[in-house]
């Protein structure tokens, strides 16, 4: 974190202190939680995807979708344990994955809520499964 490297932009910024391309600083941030009923059938399935918007994203498409999340930033600062505690909640929903929008800006913090969420009863990780219909 103190030189970032997580994507292939290689800004080397301390984002404790700095802000390099995606803007992220060294808290997750979010801009939205919903179990989605609206992906791609093979994705929400029955029950619906668990989605998790991360606020911010290195990419900047011109025609990116969800502008106001990841562009503008809209959304709220999080701890890992809270990021942890919403995949179990969506868990609990029953959603049929957990579906990270934008993550890759917080990769490491998003491994560390895996683990967390793991400790607890979380089941995901050790299930992939590719349907295709
Ligand atoms: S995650 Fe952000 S700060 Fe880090 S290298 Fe990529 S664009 Fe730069």
């Not at 404790?16 to 391309?21: A, D, I, L, P």
């Not at 917080?106 to 895996?114: C, M, N, Q």
Request: proline letters at 2%; a positive charge.
């Amino acid at each position: 974190m103190d030189k970032c490297t997580i994507c292939p932009h290689k800004c080397m910024v301390d984002r404790t202190k700095n802000f390099g391309r995606c803007k992220a600083g060294d808290k997750i941030e979010i801009g939205g939680i919903s179990l989605h009923k609206f992906e791609e059938p093979c994705i929400s399935g029955k029950n619906g995807s668990g989605t998790i918007f991360f606020s911010k994203c290195n990419l900047n498409c011109v025609f990116c979708q969800n502008y106001e999340i990841s562009n503008l930033g809209n959304g709220r600062k999080i701890e890992v344990e809270e990021l942890a505690d919403i995949m179990l909640k969506e868990q609990e929903n029953k959603a049929e994955n957990i579906n990270l929008v934008s993550p890759t800006i917080y990769a490491d913090k998003i491994i560390e809520a895996i683990k967390i969420a793991k400790q607890k009863r979380f089941k995901y990780t050790n299930n992939i499964q590719y349907k295709w219909i």
